[in-house]
Antibody, heavy 121, light 110 residues
Framework: QVQLQQWGAGLLKPSETLSLTCAVHGGSFGAYYWTWIRQAPGKGLEWIGEIHHIGNTNYNPSLKSRVTIAVDTSKNQFSLNLTSVIAADTAMYFC???????????????WGRGTLVTVSS | QSVLTQPPSASGTPGQRVTISCSGSNSNIGVNTVAWYQQLPGTAPKALIYNNSQRPSGVPDRLSGSKSGTSASLAISGLQSEDEADYYCAAWDDSLDTYVFGTGTKVTVL
Protein backbone atom coordinates (compact mmCIF):
# COMPACT_ATOMS: atom_id res chain seq x y z
CA GLN A 1 0.00 0.00 0.00
CA VAL A 2 1.48 3.30 -1.12
CA GLN A 3 1.93 5.92 1.58
CA LEU A 4 3.27 9.46 1.54
CA GLN A 5 5.36 10.62 4.48
CA GLN A 6 6.13 14.30 4.68
CA TRP A 7 8.27 16.42 6.94
CA GLY A 8 9.91 19.82 7.29
CA ALA A 9 10.33 22.85 9.52
CA GLY A 10 7.08 24.02 11.06
CA LEU A 11 8.01 27.51 12.25
CA LEU A 12 9.63 30.12 10.06
CA LYS A 13 10.36 33.83 10.28
CA PRO A 14 9.36 36.20 7.49
CA SER A 15 11.82 36.17 4.56
CA GLU A 16 13.05 32.64 5.35
CA THR A 17 12.70 29.68 3.00
CA LEU A 18 10.11 26.97 3.53
CA SER A 19 11.47 23.49 2.82
CA LEU A 20 9.37 20.34 2.88
CA THR A 21 10.04 16.80 1.71
CA CYS A 22 7.65 14.01 0.82
CA ALA A 23 8.73 10.36 0.63
CA VAL A 24 6.82 7.74 -1.33
CA HIS A 25 6.72 4.37 0.42
CA GLY A 26 5.48 1.05 -0.87
CA GLY A 27 4.80 1.80 -4.50
CA SER A 28 5.97 3.02 -7.84
CA PHE A 29 7.47 6.50 -7.98
CA GLY A 30 7.86 6.70 -11.70
CA ALA A 31 5.08 7.28 -14.19
CA TYR A 32 3.28 9.63 -11.83
CA TYR A 33 3.09 13.35 -11.24
CA TRP A 34 3.57 14.51 -7.65
CA THR A 35 2.17 17.70 -6.24
CA TRP A 36 2.00 20.13 -3.34
CA ILE A 37 -1.23 21.72 -2.14
CA ARG A 38 -1.72 24.06 0.80
CA GLN A 39 -4.57 25.17 3.01
CA ALA A 40 -4.46 28.31 5.13
CA PRO A 41 -6.13 27.98 8.56
CA GLY A 42 -9.89 27.86 8.11
CA LYS A 43 -9.56 28.41 4.37
CA GLY A 44 -9.82 26.42 1.16
CA LEU A 45 -7.25 24.51 -0.87
CA GLU A 46 -4.62 26.07 -3.11
CA TRP A 47 -2.56 24.14 -5.66
CA ILE A 48 1.14 25.01 -5.54
CA GLY A 49 2.69 22.95 -8.31
CA GLU A 50 3.57 19.53 -9.66
CA ILE A 51 6.56 17.52 -10.81
CA HIS A 52 6.99 14.39 -12.88
CA HIS A 53 9.55 11.78 -11.84
CA ILE A 54 11.75 12.82 -14.76
CA GLY A 55 11.74 16.39 -13.49
CA ASN A 56 9.15 18.24 -15.56
CA THR A 57 7.48 20.89 -13.41
CA ASN A 58 4.42 23.10 -13.55
CA TYR A 59 3.71 25.82 -10.99
CA ASN A 60 0.80 27.96 -9.91
CA PRO A 61 1.53 31.30 -11.61
CA SER A 62 0.68 33.16 -8.41
CA LEU A 63 3.56 31.44 -6.61
CA LYS A 64 5.89 30.64 -9.49
CA SER A 65 8.48 33.29 -8.69
CA ARG A 66 9.07 31.80 -5.22
CA VAL A 67 8.49 28.07 -5.70
CA THR A 68 10.78 25.21 -6.61
CA ILE A 69 9.66 21.59 -6.64
CA ALA A 70 12.39 19.00 -7.09
CA VAL A 71 12.58 15.23 -7.24
CA ASP A 72 15.11 12.69 -5.98
CA THR A 73 14.32 9.44 -7.75
CA SER A 74 17.08 7.58 -5.91
CA LYS A 75 15.17 8.12 -2.67
CA ASN A 76 11.61 8.18 -4.07
CA GLN A 77 11.21 11.67 -2.68
CA PHE A 78 10.13 15.07 -3.89
CA SER A 79 10.49 18.41 -2.20
CA LEU A 80 9.05 21.91 -1.99
CA ASN A 81 10.99 25.12 -1.50
CA LEU A 82 9.15 28.41 -1.07
CA THR A 83 11.38 31.45 -0.68
CA SER A 84 10.79 34.76 1.07
CA VAL A 85 7.86 33.53 3.12
CA ILE A 86 5.36 35.92 4.65
CA ALA A 87 2.57 35.49 7.17
CA ALA A 88 0.14 34.71 4.35
CA ASP A 89 2.15 31.56 3.62
CA THR A 90 1.06 30.12 6.96
CA ALA A 91 -0.82 26.97 6.05
CA MET A 92 -1.08 23.22 6.20
CA TYR A 93 1.00 21.90 3.32
CA PHE A 94 0.01 18.59 1.75
CA CYS A 95 1.96 16.45 -0.67
CA UNK A 96 -0.10 14.29 -2.99
CA UNK A 97 0.02 12.03 -6.04
CA UNK A 98 -1.78 12.90 -9.24
CA UNK A 99 -3.54 10.16 -11.12
CA UNK A 100 -3.64 10.92 -14.83
CA UNK A 101 -5.73 8.53 -16.82
CA UNK A 102 -6.68 8.51 -20.46
CA UNK A 103 -8.09 11.69 -21.93
CA UNK A 104 -8.95 14.25 -19.29
CA UNK A 105 -9.01 11.87 -16.33
CA UNK A 106 -7.09 13.26 -13.37
CA UNK A 107 -7.38 13.57 -9.64
CA UNK A 108 -5.26 13.81 -6.52
CA UNK A 109 -5.58 10.20 -5.45
CA UNK A 110 -3.11 9.85 -2.60
CA TRP A 111 -2.31 12.43 0.08
CA GLY A 112 0.21 12.93 2.83
CA ARG A 113 -1.01 13.83 6.30
CA GLY A 114 0.05 17.43 5.99
CA THR A 115 2.65 19.65 7.65
CA LEU A 116 1.60 22.83 9.43
CA VAL A 117 3.94 25.68 8.60
CA THR A 118 3.63 28.89 10.58
CA VAL A 119 5.34 32.09 9.53
CA SER A 120 5.76 34.49 12.43
CA SER A 121 8.32 36.96 13.63
CA GLN B 1 -7.60 31.82 -5.29
CA SER B 2 -11.03 30.13 -5.32
CA VAL B 3 -12.59 30.65 -8.72
CA LEU B 4 -15.11 27.85 -8.28
CA THR B 5 -18.11 28.86 -6.18
CA GLN B 6 -19.84 26.51 -3.77
CA PRO B 7 -22.53 27.14 -1.16
CA PRO B 8 -20.88 27.56 2.27
CA SER B 9 -23.12 25.00 3.90
CA ALA B 10 -25.58 22.19 3.31
CA SER B 11 -27.45 19.96 5.71
CA GLY B 12 -29.84 17.06 5.95
CA THR B 13 -31.15 14.39 8.25
CA PRO B 14 -29.88 10.82 8.16
CA GLY B 15 -31.08 9.04 5.06
CA GLN B 16 -31.80 12.19 3.11
CA ARG B 17 -30.16 13.26 -0.15
CA VAL B 18 -27.94 16.33 -0.18
CA THR B 19 -26.66 18.05 -3.31
CA ILE B 20 -23.70 20.44 -3.48
CA SER B 21 -23.21 22.72 -6.46
CA CYS B 22 -19.96 24.04 -7.94
CA SER B 23 -20.13 26.98 -10.31
CA GLY B 24 -17.27 27.80 -12.62
CA SER B 25 -16.66 29.29 -16.04
CA ASN B 26 -15.75 28.51 -19.62
CA SER B 27 -12.07 28.37 -18.74
CA ASN B 28 -12.41 25.62 -16.12
CA ILE B 29 -15.52 23.48 -15.64
CA GLY B 30 -16.84 24.42 -19.07
CA VAL B 31 -13.91 22.74 -20.81
CA ASN B 32 -12.25 20.45 -18.26
CA THR B 33 -13.24 17.62 -15.99
CA VAL B 34 -14.22 18.04 -12.35
CA ALA B 35 -13.09 16.18 -9.24
CA TRP B 36 -14.62 16.23 -5.77
CA TYR B 37 -12.90 15.82 -2.41
CA GLN B 38 -14.09 15.19 1.13
CA GLN B 39 -12.12 16.58 4.05
CA LEU B 40 -12.91 15.33 7.52
CA PRO B 41 -11.80 17.61 10.38
CA GLY B 42 -8.05 17.56 10.90
CA THR B 43 -7.33 15.22 8.01
CA ALA B 44 -6.15 15.38 4.42
CA PRO B 45 -8.73 15.54 1.64
CA LYS B 46 -9.93 12.30 0.09
CA ALA B 47 -11.00 11.92 -3.53
CA LEU B 48 -14.66 11.05 -4.05
CA ILE B 49 -15.27 11.75 -7.74
CA TYR B 50 -13.07 12.29 -10.81
CA ASN B 51 -13.80 12.83 -14.48
CA ASN B 52 -17.10 14.49 -13.44
CA SER B 53 -18.84 11.29 -12.36
CA GLN B 54 -16.34 8.46 -11.85
CA ARG B 55 -15.77 7.05 -8.38
CA PRO B 56 -12.31 5.89 -7.26
CA SER B 57 -12.13 2.39 -5.90
CA GLY B 58 -13.70 2.14 -2.46
CA VAL B 59 -16.03 5.13 -2.75
CA PRO B 60 -19.65 4.02 -2.22
CA ASP B 61 -22.19 4.45 -5.00
CA ARG B 62 -24.40 6.64 -2.83
CA LEU B 63 -22.01 9.41 -3.85
CA SER B 64 -22.46 10.64 -7.40
CA GLY B 65 -21.22 13.49 -9.53
CA SER B 66 -22.49 15.28 -12.60
CA LYS B 67 -21.57 18.20 -14.83
CA SER B 68 -23.55 20.47 -17.10
CA GLY B 69 -22.05 23.44 -18.89
CA THR B 70 -20.00 25.47 -16.43
CA SER B 71 -21.43 23.86 -13.30
CA ALA B 72 -20.99 20.57 -11.50
CA SER B 73 -22.78 18.84 -8.65
CA LEU B 74 -22.05 16.26 -6.00
CA ALA B 75 -24.95 14.29 -4.56
CA ILE B 76 -24.83 12.32 -1.34
CA SER B 77 -27.70 9.87 -0.97
CA GLY B 78 -28.62 8.07 2.22
CA LEU B 79 -26.87 10.71 4.31
CA GLN B 80 -24.91 9.30 7.25
CA SER B 81 -23.30 10.92 10.28
CA GLU B 82 -19.85 10.12 8.91
CA ASP B 83 -20.62 12.33 5.91
CA GLU B 84 -20.19 15.41 8.11
CA ALA B 85 -17.20 17.06 6.47
CA ASP B 86 -16.06 19.78 4.13
CA TYR B 87 -16.42 19.11 0.41
CA TYR B 88 -14.42 20.73 -2.38
CA CYS B 89 -14.73 20.65 -6.15
CA ALA B 90 -11.67 21.10 -8.36
CA ALA B 91 -10.80 21.58 -12.01
CA TRP B 92 -7.97 22.75 -14.24
CA ASP B 93 -8.31 26.36 -15.37
CA ASP B 94 -7.01 27.05 -18.88
CA SER B 95 -6.81 30.81 -18.34
CA LEU B 96 -5.08 30.77 -14.96
CA ASP B 97 -2.95 27.77 -15.98
CA THR B 98 -3.46 26.11 -12.62
CA TYR B 99 -5.70 23.68 -10.79
CA VAL B 100 -8.43 25.59 -8.98
CA PHE B 101 -10.57 24.51 -6.07
CA GLY B 102 -14.03 25.45 -4.96
CA THR B 103 -14.75 27.61 -1.94
CA GLY B 104 -15.83 24.55 0.01
CA THR B 105 -19.14 23.36 1.46
CA LYS B 106 -19.60 22.21 5.03
CA VAL B 107 -22.12 19.39 5.25
CA THR B 108 -23.93 18.94 8.55
CA VAL B 109 -26.02 15.91 9.43
CA LEU B 110 -28.88 17.08 11.61
Amino acid sequence: QVQLQQWGAGLLKPSETLSLTCAVHGGSFGAYYWTWIRQAPGKGLEWIGEIHHIGNTNYNPSLKSRVTIAVDTSKNQFSLNLTSVIAADTAMYFCARIYYGSGDDWFFDLWGRGTLVTVSS
Amino acid sequence: QSVLTQPPSASGTPGQRVTISCSGSNSNIGVNTVAWYQQLPGTAPKALIYNNSQRPSGVPDRLSGSKSGTSASLAISGLQSEDEADYYCAAWDDSLDTYVFGTGTKVTVL
